[in-house]
């Protein structure tokens, strides 16, 4: 089994979707955490990305963001990185598979963009969770 740590820079769109998403599609095969950047985390995902979750049966509203630690970061086997640059973790020492998804902030984005990335984060979660697959 291999975890997967989703960082953006907010932990309130794009890596609650990949971490939801992901848990999915690896059906308990893998394990999935989020996190953000941001020295102040906000208090629930953005409005946008749960109505276009609960538009594939996945309720993330309970969700709660959280800041990214070197202690949540050395659980990780993959971390998958998106829009969240310098700040994004870097655990020296470890055997990590780093990966950078560039993929746009739904923050603000009219629902069809943000069901566009979240269609985009689908496709990529599944091979993540294919890959690891073969591997484990």
């Known amino acids: 089994m291999s975890t997967v740590l989703f960082v953006c820079k907010a932990n309130r769109g794009r890596s609650v ?11 308990g095969r893998h394990h999935a955490i989020s996190a953000g950047s941001e020295a102040e985390p906000h208090t629930r995902p953005h409005p946008g990305v749960v109505e276009a979750m ?18 949540l970061a050395a659980q990780a086997d ?13 655990i ?12 746009p902030d739904p923050k603000d984005r009219p ?9 985009d984060i ?3 979660v599944q091979a993540l969770v294919e890959r690891l697959d073969d591997v484990t």
């Open 78 to 90: 993959v971390v998958v990185t998106m829009g969240c640059g310098d700040a994004c973790p870097v």
């Open 122 to 124: 689908m496709r990529r």
């Open 17 to 27: 979707m990949s971490q939801a998403l992901f848990e999915r599609a690896a059906g």
């Open 92 to 103: 020296r020492g470890t055997q990590q598979l780093r990966v950078d998804w560039d993929l």
């Open 111 to 119: 629902i069809e963009e943000v069901r566009a990335t979240r269609d």
């Open 54 to 71: 609960r538009a594939v049966g996945i309720d993330v509203a309970a969700q709660r963001p959280q800041r990214i630690t070197a202690e």
